[in-house]
């Protein structure tokens, strides 16, 4: 069963065409004209290698990794939450820096793997529908904002380049949710007044919903579930390891986390974290089950005892209870309703353009979604993430970005195997559950567009195909030094 699954893994990860593509973009025509810029200018300043330009482009990719660093770190900043183009520039100025660095003589490389193919493919796609669209000006925005977002997943793949500069990354990132899950506590304490309606009165009793410095319930919801992935798995990790220390500094931080979560009184947020911490512990459970037998009585035990805990949490909080229960209200839900139906708006927008969609960006859909919508229910987007995908740029977009997601699983899992990664197995595992919790978040909501969820998502993409390529050359050259001796 597991050679079956390592198999499937390794076949969806699409790691056997990474080579295959190096070699390919080294042999093409297209290849080779858009690597000549970059080519030349290398070889120009090579040749003033005496004058320290290699150290000079070595340290703007270092400050490229610093930029991005922070920039993760900080996106629990109120300004990110209203102006997103500061966002947009610092990734931009991060790229720069280490692409700047390279064609200087830098001494860090960026890996090709096959994903990066995938992704190119994606934004290619995009862009057909952006220039397809009869929404022209509109869609252009959106590709702007695609344009960002996939230069920043090469950034991520390129400055991640050492286990220790992912973990620093993912410290970042789990740092800066915490500041935004700890004032978020502090609004819950405080009663905080909503900024908007969210609940539906006639269902459900009014509750304080934390935003924190986000101001949207759902997009901190979104924007914590991963981070409580990734807590856990370094919570995970410590224990592995028998630091003992770092346990205790981990586990009230994932804790937190969580609370914080489960205030924001989100419903995809609820399905999201649910779906991620199922996820690492079945992940956690399977390791232990196979590579410490004598726990086997204690992961039964957790997995009857941790779906009672859950399940007593909500019925014992009537605030959750409610909202739990108006999951499942159906029509009844005000919520839900709307949802609905911009569900069955959205999907004969699909039908009518499933081939390239109606353009790229949320302006593109709005201007279309107003041919198809029920007049009381004007929408920003569909609310699930694949329906989007879909509208905006067609059928072959969704496929492709299927691909793309079952591709980095696919990676994760290899990862996590590979007998020479060591600890930061932990660090794949909490990445793969933290894109299980964005995903299923994703069905039913469509923050995961808005930068403090996007950047995370690329950000676990580009960090888990690095990891993963550095893993598997490690286990080759392994390899090889046994056949040797």
Not at 94 to 112: D, E, M, N
Not at 201 to 222: D, F, H, K, M, W
Not at 386 to 391: F, K, M, S, T, Y
Not at 402 to 409: G, R, S
Request: net charge positive.
């Amino acid at each position: 069963m597991t050679q079956l699954l390592d198999s499937i893994a390794c076949l969806v990860s699409l790691k056997s065409q990474d080579d295959k593509l190096k070699n390919a973009l080294q042999e093409s025509i297209s290849g080779n004209v858009i690597a000549w810029p970059f080519r030349f200018l290398s070889k120009s300043f090579a040749k003033l290698e005496k004058a320290g330009l290699a150290k000079f482009g070595t340290l703007m990719q270092n400050l490229a990794f610093i930029v991005t660093a922070l920039m993760i770190f900080s996106l629990w900043l109120p300004v990110f939450a209203s102006d997103k183009e500061i966002l947009a520039i610092i990734s931009l100025l991060s790229l720069f820096l280490f692409v700047g660095g390279s064609i200087l003589g830098g001494s860090q490389k960026r890996q090709i793997s096959a994903i990066d193919a995938v992704v190119v493919f994606f934004f290619g796609i995009n862009v057909v529908a952006a220039f397809a669209s009869r929404y022209f000006e509109p869609s252009l925005k959106g590709l702007a904002k695609l344009v960002i977002y996939v230069s920043s997943y090469f950034l991520f793949s390129a400055v991640a380049n050492t286990p220790k500069r992912r973990l620093i990354l993912m410290i970042a990132a789990v740092a800066g949710g915490l500041i935004a899950a700890i004032y978020g506590l502090y609004q819950y304490k405080i009663g905080v007044a909503p900024l908007a309606t969210w609940e539906d009165p006639s269902v459900e009793s009014q509750a304080t919903r934390i935003y924190s410095t986000l101001g949207n319930p759902n997009l901190l919801a979104g924007y914590l579930i991963p981070l409580v992935s990734i807590s856990g798995s370094m919570l995970i990790a410590s224990i592995d390891a028998r630091r003992w220390i770092f346990s205790i500094i981990t586990a009230p931080v994932c804790l937190t986390l969580i609370a914080a979560t489960l205030l924001t009184g989100s419903r995809g947020g609820f399905m999201g974290i649910a779906m991620a911490l199922a996820t690492l512990f079945l992940i956690s459970s399977g390791w232990c089950w196979r590579k410490y037998p004598k726990t086997r009585p204690v992961v039964i035990s957790l997995a009857i005892v941790l779906p009672l805990i859950a399940g007593a949490c909500v019925f014992l909080v009537p605030s959750m209870q409610q909202r739990v229960v108006s999951i499942f209200a159906g029509w009844q839900h005000s919520s839900n309703a709307f949802r609905l139906h911009v569900y069955e708006s959205s999907m004969h927008m699909l039908k009518d353009n499933w081939w390239i969609g109606v353009g790229t960006g949320n302006q593109a859909f709005r201007m279309a979604y107003g041919l198809y919508m029920n007049s009381r229910f004007d929408a920003l987007g569909t609310y699930c993430v694949p329906l989007e995908i879909a509208v905006e740029a067609g059928i072959f977009a969704l496929t492709t970005f299927a691909v793309f997601f079952v591709a980095l699983l696919g990676r994760a899992h290899s990862a996590f195997y590979n007998k020479t990664i060591g600890w930061e197995r932990w660090l794949c595992a909490g990445m793969a559950s933290a894109l299980f919790g964005i995903a299923a978040m994703g069905f039913v909501d469509t923050v995961f567009y808005r930068p403090q969820v996007h950047f995370i998502f690329w950000l676990l993409a580009g960090t888990l195909v690095t990891a993963s390529i550095q893993s598997s050359a490690q286990k080759r050259g392994d390899d090889s030094n046994e056949v040797g001796s």
